[in-house]
């Protein structure tokens, strides 16, 4: 079986653009979830969907920063406009129940110059 | 905040168990204790987690102190692929809440 699946695995771009990240989750799991790592604040949750609608976006740092799930089998994070500061280790996980246990995606290397 | 307290870094002999510690002493009746390690760059990847029972599978063994207060996470023959960052996360359920990773605790596997 195939793992969560992200894409791209590295990012780079320059300060003002936007950033798109997907995620496919596990076939089957039905909660998404998106967080993201860095040295200083670690590993955080920004977003997560139940049944592809948004359950808690509690943690997403600001407006710049939105998330979509048009459907089970496919998630996006898109970030517009980007700054050097959202640069960090983005992950995505999914589970087959809210509550069940997590398995996370390779995760995708941000850097915004 | 992270409900769990883990000491930031062990080392350990590889062949050797390794035997990680976690405090979770405000753990409630129907939290669970999960276990997740983190190699270099790579995902969270899930180890084991239990209630209240000492747990066993194919990566790791869980035991749970009778009063749940602490837990330790033993690989029983580490390696030095085992060498990670090992989070113990107890479960706060309910909308809202979810998976909270503290620091976790570095684990060095040496020759």
């Known amino acids: 079986d195939a793992g969560v699946i992200q894409s791209p695995r590295h990012e780079v771009t320059e300060m003002g653009q936007e950033v798109t990240l997907r995620c496919k989750p596990i076939?089957?799991?039905?909660?998404l979830f998106w967080y993201r790592q860095t040295m200083m604040r670690g590993l955080e949750l920004l977003i997560y969907f139940n049944n592809n609608v948004p359950i808690d976006d509690s943690g997403m740092p600001e407006d710049r920063f939105s998330a979509k799930m048009p459907n089970a089998s496919f998630s996006t994070l898109k970030i517009q406009p980007s700054e050097p500061r959202d640069s960090a280790v983005y992950f995505c996980?999914?589970?087959?129940?809210?509550?069940?246990?997590?398995?996370f995606g390779p995760g995708t290397r941000l850097t915004v110059l | 905040d992270a409900k769990t307290t883990q000491p930031p870094s062990m080392d350990c002999a590889e062949g050797r168990a390794a035997n990680l510690p976690c405090n979770h002493s405000?753990?409630?009746?129907?939290?669970?204790v999960y276990w997740y390690r983190q190699i270099h760059s790579q995902g969270p990847q899930y180890i084991i987690h239990?209630?209240?029972n000492n747990e066993t599978n194919e990566m790791a063994s869980l035991i749970i102190t009778e009063d749940r207060k602490s837990s330790t996470l033993i690989l029983p023959h580490a390696t030095l692929r085992d060498t990670a960052v090992y989070y113990c996360?107890?479960?706060?359920?309910?909308?809202?809440?979810?998976?909270?990773f503290g620091p976790g605790t570095r684990l060095s596997v040496l020759p």
């Open positions: 405000t753990i409630s009746g129907n939290e669970y």
């Open positions: 239990g209630l209240k």
């Open positions: 996980a999914s589970s087959w129940r809210e509550l069940d246990t997590q398995y």
């Open positions: 996360i107890v479960r706060v359920g309910g909308y809202g809440q979810n998976f909270v």
């Open positions: 076939s089957g799991h039905n909660s």
